[in-house]
């Protein structure tokens, strides 16, 4: 397995450089104190923990897997001491209020540490605190306040962990089949039960109790969505004073063995009875656990930019090491017997798609992530409009960085040939554990329905436009700068042509609702590439400006401005295939009927 | 796991109807006495062996795998079973010349069903007498009259299997690297030393012998590619009255355990001094080599269809009988809790798309193999035009279909949603076992650079030109068939276009040769769906005069239609983002110094 290493200096570049932390965090009252010494002493000592305890766990959890018993899930060798440190250094506590225990620093930063960071070296471990983020995230919002000290400081501490229980045998999608039944008891409790399949840390070794958030049915409760409601259910019962009671009946029936993230256990949970308390209001479940959905699909964009990066660095170091074939322009390594493959045109191209995808994909997400700090920070329209912007391209980053961070990983394997194929050498298992991405959370498909269905047309165009105005400004501030031309053009050249695409689209949607659904996933693809044009001549720009007052490090800038390029010559012109797609309407999907695909 | 049927009515429709096989068989003096008759017998008879003895075992295959141990490799429960039955059916014999104890079919009929039905039924199982077949053919080339009469026989019986061990631990696309030796012994034999890698079915239990086909260096040997000879080392040496004699010097070390084919044992092979004889001259076995290289890729691209082909059944399967939400247009399925999921617009989209790769990827193979025959069948210049046919699409093949394989496998997973990323229900070990597939016999990037370099721009043209010949006589034979212009307008375009974009990229070669490294994956995949565009006009024609004059299977005929404008539609402006990618040039690749790739 290749070496790993945090790319610590990208991830200052984006922070810093282009988004300019320190003076978004300084304008959020609560982030005031936060200075750039404080976020790079954290960024350095997480890339430490990353590099030099998660990362050489990468495979080990691979390989062995999470083990079931009747008693319950053991984790693989090292995890649990790995959480453990986690614990001990704070981690799980960094991003959470500081009223219940937590050290306040922003949500945003938290997606760069506890997510990228952790989840680029080890994605299926960084998934225990990671869904215990959500349970926590979903009890602090919904919760009252008993259940929230009953509950929340003991997760944010990390003592405990959390979960999120929604999927049924028979439902993934759609929520509104979902069978499992809260009984009300005389105390106010509720008896729990059910069976939920593919509940991620459902059961593991790591932590004191697991509570789990679940989605079930009250008696009388309405069919469908509307008659879904949220519980809190512990593994163990919490006593009045805080500590561990019995065991509840929440049990691990299986685990999954799945293609990849082995070390995550994926577990079937058996509620027979278990004593569960409702959280928030009586059949507005499906609501409040949007609060966790979009943030797990803000999670798993994440995942994919994880995804391209790790694979990049493991097919970067090959590149350069392995010998093979000569330069068609002359040998470049006269003295070895061969040159390094990294001479090879296609090699190139495929070590800059996941750069691209990679860098590309962490500046949207954190600019994503100081939206979301708008948005949470209670600065009425500005934060209104933040959310409006999260409502738009949360779908498109969920879908668009997983698809092109599997493309990456496959990426990895190509370029290692023969090798990438064999478990030991480790690009395989980026290309199964980054597999998932595009389906949980909400597949491909259920993002793209979502962006053209519910917010694009949904908003009559508001929330597209809400974004066509930001890329415009930014057109416009760029405007007279010549170096910024070859970005600026068509940028702005597909800022027209995406309203123009929806527009049309929308008028035949009005005719045939199947309209929408036939262009659904190319138009999120073509938005994808979109927006991550605007991230690329966002970096761009802000290269260009460092490479105009400091010459320090000009390598570094020059390699963002020929990425840039590469992007826009190379990748960017797959929206004409995307555009192609989506303008050829439903009937080439819709006619065959059903019983013809095979004969 | 999904239950897998043999697509015996499509198989009969691409032979019999669109490339009328009888009429063609008849043409060429072996064959002459073929007749539809037999060969859809025979067809019957393999799809029964394929479903209801190696499709079962696919699954168990991956779960198992190969078993290594000093003695040597066993292969998954039930494989070895199989193999007798496949040898006593006599299918290792079906397509070798009678005069070697064969049945004397046609090579692409074998193509047909020992490649196509049994791969697609389970493609690690097809891989033993699928590496068999490659070491017959190439002492059958160019062996000795001695070494055929001694090993051929008991391999076209079955009773021996054959590998090739071309691979070596620090070169793979790299030949001429290899380092093991040949040292002669005075009877005229050799000592062959060193280590293979990667050895497919290097060892196991099915046969009683297995005959090993090595690259090796004799002493003094030229450097590089023309310092290459090629040897016959039997793992048990064969007495001169064909009796297997002892143990040869050459050991299965180790077994690779990999993304996926399980059951196909991938083995270190160490020859220790094993004696072996040379095959054909001296340092020609590179050349020698080739003969087994095409007809490997061949077999590779048709894994490319088999991986297609599978993953849609499933996926077909599964859509039509998992119920989530309800069609755009009303729900479809009232009386269920929600529709089926073919009924939306994307899940239809993944499926076509498979059906489309793995139908259209059968025509042009069925078609190759057509070609395969006229080239192996002395007609003068006909054969030379096969020849060059194939020369100009085998790289396409090859590479084009297992990319879109791959595609086609993931779009399995994901329509299974969640359950597709589970092990039992059988869908992601088709992605993981076809990922191979764009890796051996030479990479997706090594085919694109044997596509433009070596073949087109190498024959200055020639050998497109011989293909845009065909296309154009197509198109001209369809130009007053109103019913096909929505085919032909296209596929005429495009065919001047190809004519255009080699002329452009030939040119800028001429000036840097680095452009045509640049332009290449791009250009073999632009010429993958055009020459799939080809294809998919012929079927359509082939439907639309079905319909014309036979009522009696208008829905098969109009499937096949429709299934011809999704891929119009949807699949060919695909071509559109190549297009632009290929002419984007070289610079945005080769700028970027190697050591500024990360900081």
């Known amino acids: 397995m290749p070496e790993y290493n945090t790319p610590v200096r990208d991830i200052q570049f984006v922070l ?25 002493a954290v960024i350095d000592e997480a890339a430490k923990f990353a590099d030099e305890v998660l990362a050489p766990l990468y495979q080990v959890g691979d390989k ?31 991003s959470e209020p500081e009223e219940l225990g937590g050290q306040g620093l ?23 605190p990671g869904l215990s983020h959500g349970a926590k995230v979903t009890l602090r ?105 019995e065991r509840n009946n929440v049990n691990c029936g299986a685990i999954e063995h799945k293609m990849g993230i082995n070390g995550s256990a994926t577990c079937v949970l058996n509620f027979d009875g278990a004593r569960g308390y409702l959280v928030g209001e009586p059949n507005r479940g499906l609501p409040a656990m949007f609060t966790f959905m979009n943030s797990a699909r803000i999670g798993t964009a994440i995942q994919g930019l994880c995804t391209a990066e790790r694979a990049f660095q493991g097919a ?26 990294i001479v090879h045109p296609n090699v190139r191209r495929m070590l800059l798609t996941q750069k691209a995808f990679a860098e590309g994909g962490r500046a949207l997400m954190y600019w994503l992530g100081q939206h979301l700090d708008i948005a949470h920070s209670d600065q009425g329209d ?76 949904g908003s009559g165009g508001e929330l597209l436009k809400n974004y066509t105005k930001i890329v415009h400004l930014f057109c416009k501030e760029h405007a007279d700068n010549e170096a910024m031309q070859e970005f600026i053009e068509p940028l702005n050249a597909m800022n027209q042509e995406i309203g123009e695409l929806t527009m049309q689209i929308g008028a035949a949607a009005m005719e ?14 073509y938005s994808g590439y979109f927006v991550l044009a605007h991230m690329w001549a966002w970096i761009a720009f802000t290269a260009i400006q460092a490479l105009e007052s400091d010459a320090a490090e000009a390598d570094f800038y020059n390699a963002k401005l020929a990425t840039a390029r590469f992007y826009y010559q190379r990748l960017l012109p797959r929206t004409l295939a995307h555009k192609a797609a989506m303008l050829s309407g439903a009937s080439n999907l819709m006619t065959l009927p059903e019983e013809h695909f095979e004969f």
């Not at 965090?25 to 790079?40: F, G, H, K, V």
């Not at 879908?399 to 990426?411: I, K, M, P, S």
């Not at 045939?512 to 693809?525: C, F, H, T």
């Open 106 to 128: 922003p949500h945003s930063f938290g997606g760069v540490i506890n997510n990228e960071i952790v989840g680029t070296a080890n994605w299926p471990w960084g998934m225990y």
């Open 64 to 94: 062995e897997g999470c083990t079931w018993t009747p008693e319950g899930v053991t984790t693989p060798t090292g995890f649990k001491e790995a959480y453990q440190q986690y614990v001990a250094n704070g981690w799980p506590a960094m």
């Open 16 to 40: 810093f450089e282009m988004l300019n932390a320190e003076q978004h965090y300084q304008s959020i009252s609560a982030y005031q104190e936060i200075n750039r010494e404080l976020l790079s």
């Open 316 to 341: 970067l170091e090959y590149a350069r090491e392995r010998l093979q074939m000569r330069s068609l322009s002359g040998p470049k390594n006269p003295e070895g017997i061969a040159d390094p493959i």
């Open 382 to 457: 500005k934060s209104k409009a933040s959310d409006d912007l999260l409502s738009f391209l949360t779908p498109i980053a969920k879908a668009f960085l997983t698809e092109t961070g599997v493309e990456a990983a496959n990426y990895g394997v190509q370029i290692f040939g023969g090798h990438g194929y064999i478990k030991e050498w480790g690009m395989e298992q980026i290309v199964r554990d980054g597999r998932i991405a595009t389906i949980y959370e909400g597949t491909t498909g259920i993002q793209s329905i979502d962006l053209l269905g519910r917010k694009v047309l």
């Open 141 to 245: 919002t919904h919760g009252t306040e008993e259940q929230i000290q009953r509950y929340v400081p003991k997760m944010v501490e990390g003592a405990w962990t959390g979960t999120m229980c929604l999927t049924e045998a028979h439902c993934g999608t759609d929520l509104g089949l979902l069978r499992t039944k809260a009984e009300p008891n005389p105390d106010g409790s509720y008896n729990i039960t059910g069976t939920k399949i593919f509940i991620s840390a459902g059961d593991h070794d790591l932590s004191e109790n697991i509570i789990h958030i679940v989605l079930a049915r009250l008696p009388d409760a309405p069919e469908g969505t509307s008659g879904i409601s949220l519980f809190v259910v512990p593994k163990f019962k919490v006593n009045d004073d805080g500590t561990i009671g």
């Open 512 to 525: 045939n609702p199947e309209e929408a659904g036939a262009a659904s996933v190319d138009y999120l693809m």
